[in-house]
């Protein structure tokens, strides 16, 4: 039997303690933040403040990637998520109209996601993993420190506030933070670089609900109504119990939208994006607009293979791989990576530098390719979102190396080709990965063929002196501060 210590009680900390409960294990989750509120999920999730959490108060959807893993392995959380009032959306509802090949797929019942605000799928969560008869979760005190063997190369246990605890497993769940490198660098044991790449995005959610029989109106993402436009995102996911969150992402220093901290200005953005207008009319806010700049996108030197091997510690969720949210994966590649990491603990002859090796290199092959295509899609974005700030024409987007389409190529062939469509629901869903789907060499020749059909609703946002009218600023163009 292992002593095991999870630094978080996240989604990532849980899910590991979820995933690694009836191992034999003696399992501790170690949370510096305060007990979670305790009552019916729609009456305190609005009033749990998550100040460690940030993106906890921000519009929310689990993809169908952590759907299935939920599926195959929590089905009890996932049906108390549904019984919370949690809503499965059916991709494929969002099958443009205009493929022909409507036909349904035997695997089409993959593609769902699951509606459902962050902080209400945490408490189910927590509440599931609060019964579980080997794990203990202990609030209010995070670990400190880590203890090491003489040489660096073994973890023997922790340092708390209420003192040092035993451990032969230490799992960093604490998020973006990662505090296992200031861990390490506190030993005196040299860490591995990040790798980074901007993510360019400043947050602005505010959540709804609907009114007493009104009814929800259509998502023409499958489980998001809205745009990633040519300047800005404003993207809409549907809650459990009528509730929805509203975001609108903006380049950090565009400072037209950065006013879309007031309520009212953010309401007049949001009636103007494209597919919002139908589910605001008929819904009432129920929290103030939460504000966050998302970090970078980062892979962890820490959790990769360019770290030496430290026995006994490993990463999960954000500690790992951090990716920008527009894409709306980060919970499910964490659930993903809990059960990954607790079958590569089940399966190891002993908890040695070999097994860390090994989910090293399971790490790079979950996460890394998400990391690639958040940095480079991003950085994409990123370039046209400055051109439409500066007032420039949009910037020309590179050719993709080896012939691999573009993601704005395969959206547009996705209006016409039900397979393309099938491809890239699977890769923006968690489902697949870029590699997987865009390399494929049929997938390669039918968005070559595929024509070009409609309008796209990016035509049909607001553009910036639109904006600028609805915000009351008179400065039309916006002013970008370049340093942001």
């Not at 002593?3 to 510096?32: F, P």
């Not at 969720?317 to 919970?331: E, F, I, N, Q």
């Not at 860390?356 to 991003?378: C, H, I, K, M, T």
Request: hydrophobic share 45%.
């Amino acid at each position: 039997m292992a002593a095991v210590v999870i630094a978080g009680a996240s989604v990532a900390g849980l899910a590991s303690a979820l995933a690694l409960s009836g191992q034999g294990h003696d399992i501790v989750v170690l949370e510096r933040g305060p007990r979670p509120p305790e009552g019916p999920y729609g009456e305190v999730v609005g009033d749990w403040h998550r100040p460690l959490v940030p993106q906890a108060a921000h519009s929310h959807t689990l993809a169908a990637l952590g759907v299935k893993v939920l599926r195959e392995r929590a089905p009890r959380v996932l049906a108390a998520l549904r019984e919370a009032g949690a809503v499965a959306l059916d991709l494929t509802a969002a099958l443009p109209p205009t493929v022909k090949d409507r036909e349904p797929r035997a695997d089409d019942a993959e593609l769902t996601a699951l509606g459902c605000r962050r902080g209400t799928l945490d408490l189910v969560l927590e509440r599931a993993v609060r019964a579980l008869p080997d794990v203990r979760i202990a609030y209010g005190d995070g670990v400190r420190a880590l203890r090491l063997e003489a040489d660096g190369r073994r973890v023997t246990g922790v340092v708390t506030a209420g003192g040092p605890l035993a451990a032969d497993i230490v799992i960093d769940a604490t998020g973006r933070r990662a505090e296992s490198r200031r861990w390490l660098t506190a030993e005196g044991v040299p860490v591995a670089d990040d790798e980074t790449a901007p993510s360019g995005l400043s947050v602005f959610s505010r959540f709804h609900r609907l009114r007493p029989g009104a009814r929800p109106g259509p998502l023409g993402r499958g489980n998001a109504a809205g745009i990633v436009g040519r300047h800005y995102a404003g993207l809409l996911h549907p809650g459990e119990d009528g509730t929805f969150g509203v975001l609108i992402g903006a380049l950090p220093g565009d400072q037209t939208l950065a006013a879309l901290g007031d309520p009212e200005r953010f309401a007049a953005v949001a009636r103007l994006t494209p597919g919002l207008a139908p589910w605001l009319e008929q819904a009432d806010p129920v929290s103030p607009v939460h504000t966050m700049t998302a970090p970078h996108n980062a892979l962890r030197g820490l959790a990769t293979t360019r770290q030496r091997p430290v026995a006994g510690l490993f990463a999960v969720g954000d500690a790992v791989c951090v990716t920008d949210p527009l894409y709306a994966r980060g919970v499910s590649l964490a659930l993903a990576g809990a059960f990954r990491l607790a079958d590569l603990l089940a399966s190891a002859p002993a908890v040695d530098i070999a097994l860390s090796r090994r989910v090293a290199r399971s790490n790079e092959e979950l996460y890394g390719p998400w990391f690639r295509q958040s940095a480079d899609d991003d950085r994409i974005r990123i370039a046209q979102w400055r051109a439409a700030i500066a007032g420039r024409p949009a910037p020309s987007v590179p050719t993709a190396l080896g012939g691999r389409p573009l993601l704005s190529e395969a959206c547009a062939a996705a209006a016409s080709d039900g397979e393309v469509w099938r491809g890239l629901t699977r890769m923006l869903t968690g489902l697949r990965t870029r590699e997987e789907v865009f390399d494929d060499a049929e997938f390669r020749a039918r968005v070559r063929r595929a024509p070009s059909i409609g309008t796209s609703t990016h035509l049909l946002a607001p553009g910036r002196a639109e904006l600028a009218r609805a915000l009351g600023s008179y400065d039309v163009r916006g002013r970008f501060d370049r340093a942001a």
